[in-house]
């Protein structure tokens, strides 16, 4: 019986019960008589598509590739059965640029890459400078350091999470993640000026030391942070829909994650114990108790709840450094003398001078230093041939080595959990493009 | 087993120096040149003879000079070897110095998580030959993309690799490696030569015909609206 679809007469009609004893709705139709029928679901099946496969594009415009990652992925059905990554949208050539500045010039640019991580990417390259500079920087400076990038490993999870949360469907987490990131942006205005982009850091000690009262600020923030880690656990963690659309994707045994290159919350979720700031210490790292957190199933659950973990281990550190705050320099001399000698005294006067102007000067050598971005192991591999700038200024970035790996993780999974593998791997587009 | 799959039980960095080992701890008042070595250097050079050109401590970071032609092997042998097992590699990349003279350089930064050691080997390629060393995809699947960057960034061939393609620039790119002492930090082409291609490309190259048909429906118009859109008049008002 051939059937017309008339939109303004469909209603719906109760037939019968479907499988779950429901009622059964179908859209009414009229036949050639004019008569008023039950529309019959289609019996024509859509033709056999097995063995067909479909290319789609996902991105480089698409809001879940965080930026302008662009991923072919080849899809029999629904599954992927291949997938191809492009990158470079993004490229800038920081490298190049960074071996025709000082190396105080270069720490702005450090902000720009990866954009969420700037305090701790400040501290990373002017570790590595002063490495190349044969530089000891102040115990007050040190602590300060802990704290800053302590705090850029909080703002950098929670807008991972956030993110995350609005990828997977959940709105309520982001408001309030993205709620305490803006607290913890008032204390980094309050202390550099900046909010993102902070350059805090200087060759030998720090931009600015902090204001009067900022360790009050930092103290409360202390205080009231881990309650709304605990809300958005009680929102997520055993949601049924968030676990049902997180567990079991991605999943990379320890072995691979290490072969792979995987670091960070990537690689500890494998079962990787490997944390840079405790096995290759540096700012004195070893000295404060933190835990190292440890996944055993290497899915995006385990993801999320090792960044949850150093979410409340990064508050137990800056608790730590508020304890242990000592007074004192901030800023070494050999670098650039205090600015009220220069206005009293003529031969400091030139030595400032020509610091700024020309730069100071390593002696040749190489340095690679890492850290424990909240990404990975972040590595600044600078090479000096006795100039004031750099030979070769490289930057190792952990979701670019992360990201190499996506591949692997969602081939044989579903389109829509290529998503939330994506968002688990925590990609800032300007650091793997650098 | 867990409730919902495989459980891996955890690899632990610095396992293989027993519960007895010291803690690592922050490196302080590092010598410029001259501190203690890593002792993988000194076991490279014990299992290949002749391979190892020169060992610098520099900062207190141990750098491993290899024939280029023995350098997978070596690279291998750390990997695998019991009392080695740099089974984690950091990063892959080249530096080329301002003495144009100077050799090109490949770098590879390798970590040891069961011992908590650190290496850098290092193959020199000398100016003139072929810039050609073998890839480490086949030990360390993370060294794909970093290859992949050092070819494209540096025109260095690493023999081996699945898919050399170039990563951050455009696979049709053809202006030379932009980390070379050679190319210009402003790219290729001055400014002036740029605007001149900019200003002679072919428009209906880059764009589709949709959009450059925005431009032909102007004439479609009528007349007197034409006129007003000449005249700069705000339409509508």
């Known amino acids: ?434 | 087993m867990s409730k919902y799959g495989q459980s891996f039980s955890p690899v632990v960095a610095g396992s293989a120096l027993g519960s007895q080992a010291p803690a690592p701890v922050t490196p302080k008042s590092v010598p410029h040149r001259g501190g203690e070595p890593n002792p993988s250097a000194a076991a490279i050079g014990q299992q290949f003879a002749g391979a190892v050109k020169r060992v610098d401590v520099v900062w207190g970071e141990t750098t491993v000079y290899i024939d280029r032609d023995r350098v997978h092997d070596v690279i291998r042998w750390l990997h695998d070897d019991a009392s080695q097992q740099y089974d984690y590699l950091s990063d892959v990349t080249a530096v080329e110095f301002r003495d144009l003279e100077q050799p090109l350089e490949v770098v590879w930064h390798l970590r040891s998580l069961p011992y908590r050691r650190f290496l850098r080997v290092k193959v020199q390629l000398e100016k003139g030959t072929p810039l050609d060393v073998p890839s480490v995809w086949d030990i360390y699947r993370g060294a794909d993309w970093m290859e992949r960057e050092a070819y494209d960034m540096f025109g260095i061939t690493f023999a081996g690799h699945p898919d050399l393609r170039r990563l951050l620039m455009w696979e049709q790119y053809s202006e030379g490696y932009p980390l070379r002492k050679d190319f210009p930090l402003r790219g290729r082409f001055s400014r002036s030569e740029q605007l001149r291609q900019a200003l002679a490309a072919n428009p209906e190259a880059r764009y589709s015909q949709d959009e450059l048909s925005i431009a032909e429906a102007f004439e479609d118009l009528p007349a007197d609206m034409r006129r007003r859109l000449q005249r700069g008049d705000k339409v509508g008002e």
């Open chain 1, 1 to 434: 019986m051939a059937t017309t679809k008339r939109t303004v007469e469909v209603a719906l009609s109760t037939t019968g019960l479907d499988a779950q004893g429901r009622p059964q709705r179908r859209p009414l139709a009229v036949d050639e008589g004019g008569n008023v029928v039950t529309m019959e679901p289609p019996t024509a099946m859509e033709p056999d598509l097995e063995g067909e496969h479909m290319l789609i594009n996902l991105g480089p415009q698409h809001p879940a590739t965080h930026g302008v990652l662009r991923l072919v992925l080849e899809l029999d059905g629904e599954t992927v059965v291949r997938c191809i990554p492009h990158i470079g949208y993004l490229h800038c050539g920081f490298e190049k640029i960074g071996e025709y500045r000082q190396y105080n010039q270069i720490i702005p640019w450090t902000d720009r890459e990866d954009y969420l991580n700037s305090p701790g990417n400040n501290v990373a390259f002017a570790l590595g400078a002063e490495r190349l500079f044969g530089i000891e920087v102040t115990e007050r400076c040190k602590v300060l350091r802990v704290m800053a990038c302590e705090l850029s490993r909080i703002i950098s999870h929670l807008v991972w999470l956030g993110t995350t949360c609005i990828d997977i469907g959940a709105y309520t987490p982001f408001l309030w993640a993205f709620q305490q990131r803006e607290k913890v942006y008032e204390l980094l205005e309050a202390w550099i000026g900046a909010r993102l982009t902070t350059t805090l850091t200087r060759v030998g000690g720090m931009g600015a030391d902090i204001p009067d009262g900022w360790t009050d600020m930092l103290s409360a923030f202390v205080s009231t942070f881990p309650n709304v880690v605990d809300e958005i656990d009680r929102i997520i963690t055993r949601n049924g829909i968030w676990v049902g659309r997180t567990v079991g994707l991605g999943v990379m045994s320890p072995e691979e994650a290490i072969n792979y290159g995987l670091s960070g919350p990537m690689g500890r979720a494998s079962g990787v114990a490997f944390d840079v700031r405790r096995d290759f210490p540096y700012l004195d790292y070893e000295t404060y108790d933190f835990d190292v957190a440890v996944g055993t199933n290497g899915d995006v659950y385990d993801r999320y709840l090792v960044r949850m973990e150093e979410l409340r281990q990064s508050t137990r550190i800056l608790a730590q450094t508020l304890k242990r705050l000592p007074d004192g320099p901030v800023n070494v001399d050999d670098i650039l003398p205090p600015k009220s000698r220069a206005t009293s005294d003529m031969e400091s006067m030139i030595h400032h001078f020509k610091q700024v102007m020309e730069g100071p000067r390593p002696p040749i050598g190489e340095s690679y230093v890492a850290v424990e971005s909240p990404k990975g192991e972040k590595g600044y591999y600078m090479v000096s041939d006795g100039s004031s700038k750099p030979v070769r200024w490289r930057i190792r970035p952990p979701s670019f080595v992360n990201l190499s790996a996506i591949p692997r993780m969602v081939e044989g999974h579903l389109l829509s959990d290529v998503i939330a593998i994506n968002a688990s791997i925590d990609i800032v587009m300007g650091e793997i493009d650098r």
